[in-house]
Each structure stands twice: as C-alpha cells, then as structure tokens.
C-alpha cells in the first residue's frame, strides 16, 4: 500500500489572483499529488491548499510550492490581518495511511533541509517535528513577525534549525513540522470592534488560561466590517467546537454582540463536524461508527 501524507502550506498572498492560479497550477503539477482544497481570503491575505500525495511526490510539490512563493510574495510588501513571518508562512506535514509520525518527521526534516539548501530560507521545525519544547508552539516562533524576524534570529535562542541568522529578504522564514490534523475555524461578530474580539480570543485561548487546544486571535475584516475570532483548533476531539462556539457567544453577549455566522478554512475531518450536529440536535445514544451512511459506504 502506497504511504499517503497531506501537507496544509499557508502562503501570504489572498489577493493576487495570478499569483494564487500559480500555485494552484503548481499544486497540480506533479504526479501522485491530488490538491484536495485551497482557499484565499483577501482580508487575511492568506491563502491554505490542502494536498495529498505518496511521501516522494508530497515532498517534491512542498518543494516546488515554496520555490513559487519565494519568487512571486514580497512580504516587504505584505499586508494583511493573520499573523505570518514569510512568503510561505508554515507547511505542516499529517500522516494519513500507512505512515506513522515518526517517519513524518523525518520527510519533514528532508523537506526543510532542501528548502534552506536551494533556496536559502532559514526554517524553524515546531510541534512534532520541534527540536526542543520550546519550539513546538508556532505562535512562539511566528511572535515578531516578518518584520521583527531578523532581530529575532540574532538572539541566542532562536538559530534557526536550518539556516543562517538571516532572513530571506523578501520570503522571510518559514516553519515546517508535523502534526496532527487541526480545524482552522473563524467566528463573526457583528461589531466592528476589534478590541471585543481580541477579548474574547484571549478568554478562549490556551495560552492565555481558556481551552487549552485552541489557538485564536481577534482580526477585523475590513472588507465586511466586522471582528472575527479567528482560531486553531489543534484537537478537536479534546476541544470540540461547539464548545468554544458557545463560549464565544456567552463572552459576545456581555457587549450586546452575536455571532452572525462562521466559516471553515480548508478541509476538516468529518467527526469535528458530526460532533457538533449531535450537541446542537441532542441526538441520544448517537453512534458515530454505525450511524453515518458513509462510514458503511466507504468500508
């Protein structure tokens, strides 16, 4: 049976449609890879593809991906809302048959490697792929931003695990790593107040003493203007969304704010979603192995 891995890369570009089609022409260019979903959003100016393909293709169109974000995304000129430090922000690798994360790892690590050796980006490897704690984290890594990062790699702690101390100077850094598959959730207010989204993420937030498998931030989409939750659901089994949804909710409405809706980026298991339809129906004694008709088609 074929090893199969799904790579998530985040690019810093949600605008540039010819840039965007480039990637996506780049995606599907290599034999054995199917692109599976890609999205952009203008006010994150960020675009996610979700790839899957045998470990010596998936390497190989991780490769030629970041090589066409290098050439074609000047973070000196990047603007946007998400958080990022290079032209291609984070390529986190998943396991997904017949591959355990050990070995993941080490196709990460190969990866990275080529990246610096051919196209001189330093990389930082985080969560299973981190080479210390301290570095598993990729809010930690990714806190300064393109713009602080050059400083950033001066201090003692934060060499590079591939590289030189000095960024690529228009495709910055980039994190590459293995983990497990995560939901990138979003959740609309309709305030325009960026401040009761930063509040509410903070209150949700592990870092800052909420869910400890969610990740968030407060970002204002200015195309719409209204403030967004944006999260990182790392474990959606031990965080659930409907879990951080009901809070976010119950947080809003101590400002007289509601939720007016919600989006997913990218793919997400289908348990995460099932999950939530069982909370909000009450379905009782609900099976999840014998109760969905596509488990049965798909054995």
């Not at 891995?5 to 995606?27: C, Q, R, Y």
């Not at 692109?35 to 790839?51: E, G, I, M, P």
Request: aromatic share 8%; glycine share 6%; with cysteine.
């Amino acid at each position: 049976m074929a090893k199969l891995i799904e790579i998530i890369p985040n690019f810093s570009e949600g605008k540039d449609e010819t840039i965007i089609n480039g990637l996506v022409e780049v995606a599907k260019s290599v034999p054995g890879v199917t692109l599976l979903d890609y999205s952009s959003d203008a006010s994150h100016n960020r675009s996610v593809f979700t790839l899957v393909g045998d470990e010596d293709n998936i390497q190989e169109v991780a490769f030629q991906l970041v090589k066409y974000a290098s050439e074609h995304i000047d973070m000196t000129k990047h603007e946007g809302e998400h958080p990022r430090m290079g032209a291609t922000d984070v390529l986190p690798f998943v396991p997904v048959k017949d591959i355990d994360v050990k070995e993941t790892v080490e196709i990460s690590k190969k990866v990275a490697q080529r990246i610096n050796d051919e196209l001189d980006i330093p990389i930082f490897l985080y969560e299973d792929s981190a080479t210390s704690p301290s570095r598993k984290n990729l809010a930690k890594i990714r806190k300064g931003q393109f713009e602080g990062m050059a400083e950033k790699l001066k201090e003692e702690e934060w060499a590079p695990d591939y590289g030189k101390r000095e960024i690529h100077p228009t495709a910055g850094v980039t994190a590459v790593g293995v983990r497990m598959p995560l939901v990138a959730f979003n959740v609309n207010l309709d305030t325009d107040n960026i401040e009761i989204a930063n509040k509410i993420a903070k209150i949700v937030r592990g870092s800052s003493g909420g869910y400890k498998y969610c990740k968030g931030i407060g970002v204002m989409l200015e195309d719409r203007n209204i403030a967004q939750v944006s999260m990182n659901m790392v474990n959606f089994e031990k965080t659930p969304l409907y879990r951080v949804v009901e809070t976010i909710r119950f947080e809003a409405a101590r400002y007289g704010v509601n939720i007016i809706g919600s989006e997913l980026i990218g793919l997400a298991p289908a348990k995460a979603l099932i999950d939530c339809a069982e909370y909000y129906l009450q379905i009782e004694d609900f099976d999840y192995g014998k109760q969905i008709l596509e488990n049965h088609l798909l054995n």
